[in-house]
């Protein structure tokens, strides 16, 4: 898949919130890249985007400390996890998250702590700081196993979303 630059944080949003309507139980999102690159911003706006239609228009805080926040969509629950402070990672069935790999739709930040308890299906996705530009990141997309055909139709319009 080619890098995409996104320009700025609202394009990082506008990319999230045509990623978010697609994303089904079982879906899992690894986001990758160092402090600051903008996962959180993504996962908060991937949040917000399948909170908006439910009427709820609330804080998103941030699972830094407790590991992992939890929402309940009706019928299907989203769970955003940030792994930076995970310890051991027999943590990460203690926490739940490999049940929620198969039931939920899971926004896991610093993916890679998940080491060998990474599912086999996942988008990965990669957020590099651009060269030379403050507001810029690079963003690489990695499917990983089967289901994820609407990305296509997702990537080849993100230029031109409004
Ligand atoms: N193109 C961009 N996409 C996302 N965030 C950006 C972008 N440009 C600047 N930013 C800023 O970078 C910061 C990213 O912070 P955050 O999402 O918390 O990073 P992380 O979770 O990766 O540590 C935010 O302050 C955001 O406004
Ligand atoms: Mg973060």
Redesign the pocket.
């Known amino acids: 898949m080619p890098e995409l630059l996104l320009e700025d944080p609202d394009a990082t949003s506008r990319l999230a919130r045509r990623i978010a309507p697609h994303l089904r139980a079982g879906d899992v999102l690894e986001?990758h890249g160092g402090?600051g690159a903008g996962?959180?911003h993504f996962?908060r706006a991937v949040i917000a985007a399948r909170l908006a239609p439910l009427g709820r228009h609330e804080d998103i805080p941030?699972p830094?400390y407790t590991l992992v926040q939890t929402y309940d969509l009706g019928g299907i629950e989203l769970w955003h996890a940030?792994l930076?402070r995970l310890g051991d990672p027999d943590e990460i069935a203690e926490l739940g998250l490999s049940e929620a790999f198969e039931t939920a739709i899971v926004l896991v930040?610093?993916a890679s702590r998940l080491g060998p308890e990474a599912p086999s299906r996942a988008l990965s996705l990669s957020l590099d700081f651009a060269p030379g530009d403050a507001e810029g990141r690079l963003l690489r997309i990695e499917p990983r196993g089967g289901g994820w055909d609407w990305l296509a139709g997702v990537l080849g319009g993100a230029k031109g979303a409004a």
Do not use: M, P, V
């Open positions: 986001l402090l996962k959180s996962a941030s830094t940030d930076y930040e610093w």
